[in-house]
């Protein structure tokens, strides 16, 4: 997304949501640089100029403020992008009291022979923390593997969750969180959808428990219905293990 349709998405944003509610936002695409048109409440350059490209996709009002979560390629000579989420303000300036400058940004590294590109498709809040899922460590957000990341209310990595704020399922390469959600009792339940090869897609829901634990299920459909379930065994009560 470049900057004049960043603008535009939090144009929406702001003139559709009451300050007090949550609204999921749209999807968006492209990369580019440029500077958003002003006038009629656009905004102007709503992310900083650090940025080489940035491409939103979720987009939610939470406590009075608009949060954008997507992508952003933070080295112009660079190739890999990385997960982001940043903070707007009523009137529509970053509200720099959030992560750097009101833009938090976490790389999912995976060592020198994987792909080091992370993008958010979904975005939600435990609390009042950011929760991001999606794609890392792919080519393109279609061939990654699972990922989750949590900040804490000022856009830092929290630290109690997962490793270092982060969480990666470890299935092949073709997998993506599109939808996250927080359950009652603290417990995360991220969707999305993971290859099988040949058969195209699976349906794949995993739920994260406040201890740490985490169980996968798999279903897929070729001439039957299958589904797979993996429990981490860390952290989930023996009465939901069934």
Same mark, same amino acid.
């Given at each position: /997304? $470049?900057?004049? !349709? *960043? ?9 559709? !949501? ?14 580019? %640089? ?12 709503? /992310?900083? &100029?650090?940025?080489?490209?940035? @491409? ?24 890999? $992008?990385? /997960?982001?989420? =940043?903070?707007?303000?009523?009137? =529509? ?10 833009? @938090?940004?976490?790389?999912?590294? %995976? ?5 080091? $590109?992370?993008?958010?498709? *979904?975005?939600?809040? &435990? ?5 991001? *899922? %999606?794609?890392?460590? %792919?080519?393109?957000?279609? &061939? ?11 856009? +830092? ?8 704020? +982060? ?5 092949? +390469? ?41 169980? *996968? ?26």
């Amino acid at each position: /997304m $470049n900057r004049a !349709c *960043a603008s535009l998405a939090l144009l929406l944003a702001f003139t559709a !949501c009451p300050p007090d509610t949550e609204t999921d936002g749209g999807t968006g695409g492209g990369t580019g %640089g440029g500077t958003g048109g002003a006038g009629g409440g656009a905004y102007e350059n709503p /992310m900083p &100029d650090a940025y080489a490209s940035v @491409a939103g996709y979720a987009v939610k009002v939470h406590g009075g403020k608009v949060y954008v979560a997507g992508s952003v390629l933070r080295d112009r000579e660079g190739a890999d $992008n990385d /997960m982001f989420v =940043a903070r707007f303000n009523a009137d =529509a300036t970053r509200d720099t009291a959030f992560g750097d400058d009101g833009v @938090a940004v976490t790389a999912f590294d %995976g060592g020198a022979t994987l792909q080091h $590109n992370d993008v958010a498709l *979904a975005l939600t809040f &435990d609390g009042d923390r950011p929760v991001l *899922a %999606g794609s890392v460590r %792919g080519f393109t957000p279609d &061939d990654g593997s699972l990922g989750l990341v949590r900040f804490t209310p000022d856009g +830092q990595l929290d630290a109690t969750f997962g490793t270092g704020g +982060q969480r990666v399922e470890s299935f092949a +390469q073709g997998a993506r969180f599109t939808r996250v959600e927080v359950l009652d009792g603290g417990a995360l339940l991220a969707a999305g959808v993971v290859s099988n090869g040949t058969r195209g897609e699976d349906l794949v829901l995993v739920r994260y428990t406040p201890a740490g634990g985490s169980v *996968a299920i798999v279903v897929s459909r070729d001439d039957a219905l299958h589904v797979d379930i993996e429990d981490s065994g860390i952290g989930i009560p023996p009465e939901e293990r069934d």
